[in-house]
């Protein structure tokens, strides 16, 4: 929801965390760049957008953020027929 914001205690009480746990995840999501807070102490969503790279798979990255070619990974399929 775009346009949510929410206090700790708001936060604290949708997720049902306790006090302590709540304030790390708030804290790792700002530091992710997911949130971020107002100056009247809120939280709301942050500057992380979501790029296509392909029909059935979506990559999130912050807003000003491009990941360079060589930090990109290429897996590929692994054979799951057995021989024996």
């Known amino acids: 929801m775009p346009e949510l914001r929410l206090t700790r205690a708001q936060a604290q009480r949708l997720w049902n965390l306790t006090p302590e746990v709540c304030a790390a995840a708030l804290s790792l999501l700002i530091s992710a760049g997911a949130l971020r807070r107002a100056d009247d102490g809120t939280y709301l969503r942050g500057t992380i957008r979501t790029i ?33």
């Open 52 to 84: 296509a790279r392909s029909p059935r798979s979506a990559m999130t990255v912050p807003a000003d953020h491009e990941p360079a070619a060589s930090s990109l990974v290429t897996m590929s399929p692994v054979n799951m027929s057995s021989n024996t």
